[in-house]
C-alpha cells in the first residue's frame, strides 16, 4: 500500500530552527510537495523536489533522498506565523497526490 | 484574482438530503480535484479532472459524483448524505496534472 508518515507535533522557540521529517512509500514517485496549512485555513504551497538534494527559498528549505524515501523541510529563524501544521505530500505514478497528516508546529516565545 | 472559490463555506445536512457543493476558478487551470480533511488524516483525494469533460474516481469516491462541463467549475454532489460525510471539504486546481495545486478556502459540512 501507499504510506506517507510525519510526525504528529512538534514544539519550538521562536527564532530557533526546526526539521520536519518525512518518509514514503508509494506506487512510483513523481515528486515530493511540502505545503503549510494555518488552522482553519486552506492549505499552501512551500516546496517541490523530484531530484535528490536540497531546495532553499528564504527560510525554508527542503531536502529529498529518493533512494532512502525521505524528505525534510528545514524551517530557520523561526516566527511565531509559522505556527501551523506542515503537510508532505508525494506525486504517485498516476499523477495523484498522496497525503501525510500532516506535522502540527507549535511555536513558543 | 479570486483563484478559487467555494461555496457554501459551511452547512449543516440532515441524513438522506442530497447537496451540491460548489466550487469555481478564475486561473484557467485544466485540472481540478474534489479532497475531503478529516481530523488525524491526510487529505483524501474523491474525484478529479484532468481537462473539461472528463473525471475520474480517487481513492474515496462512494457516494459522491461530479461533472466538468466547462474549465471553471467543477461540483461536487452527495446524492444522499450520510454521518460520514461529515468532513471539511477542499477543491484544487492545478495548471495540469503534476503540478503545483491551488486550494479553495474550503467547505465546512456536518451530516447528521
Known amino acids: 500500500g501507499q504510506n506517507i508518515d510525519q510526525p504528529t507535533e512538534m514544539t519550538a522557540t521562536e527564532g530557533a530552527i526546526v526539521q520536519i521529517n518525512c518518509t514514503y512509500q508509494?506506487?512510483?514517485?513523481?515528486?515530493l510537495f511540502w505545503y503549510q496549512q494555518h488552522a482553519g485555513e486552506a492549505p499552501t504551497f512551500l516546496s517541490y523536489?523530484?531530484l535528490d538534494g536540497l531546495e532553499e527559498k528564504g527560510r525554508f528549505s527542503s531536502f529529498l533522498s529518493r533512494s532512502k524515501g525521505y524528505s525534510y523541510l528545514l524551517l530557520k529563524e523561526l516566527q511565531m506565523k509559522d505556527s501551523a501544521s506542515y503537510l508532505c505530500?508525494?506525486?504517485?505514478?498516476?499523477?495523484?497526490?498522496?497525503w501525510g497528516a500532516g506535522t502540527k508546529l507549535i511555536i513558543k516565545p | 484574482t479570486a483563484g478559487i472559490t467555494q461555496a457554501p463555506t459551511s452547512q449543516i445536512l440532515a441524513a438522506g438530503r442530497s447537496m451540491t457543493l460548489r466550487c469555481t476558478q478564475d486561473?484557467?487551470?485544466?485540472?481540478m480535484y474534489w479532497y475531503r480533511q478529516d481530523l488525524g488524516l491526510g487529505l483524501r483525494l474523491i474525484h478529479y479532472?484532468?481537462?473539461?469533460?472528463?473525471?475520474g474516481k480517487g481513492e474515496v469516491p462512494d457516494g459522491y459524483s461530479v461533472s466538468r462541463a466547462n474549465t471553471d467549475d467543477f461540483p461536487l454532489t452527495l446524492a444522499s448524505a450520510v454521518p460520514s460525510q461529515t468532513s471539511v471539504y477542499f477543491c484544487?486546481?492545478?495548471?495540469?496534472?503534476?503540478?503545483?495545486?491551488?486550494f479553495g478556502p474550503g467547505t465546512r459540512l456536518t451530516v447528521l
Open positions: 484544487a486546481s492545478s495548471d495540469r496534472e503534476g503540478y503545483e495545486q491551488f
Open positions: 486561473m484557467r487551470h485544466n485540472a
Open positions: 479532472s484532468n481537462t473539461a469533460g472528463t473525471t
Open positions: 508509494t506506487s512510483g514517485f513523481n515528486g
Open positions: 523536489n523530484v
Open positions: 505530500a508525494v506525486m504517485d505514478s498516476n499523477y495523484q497526490l498522496i
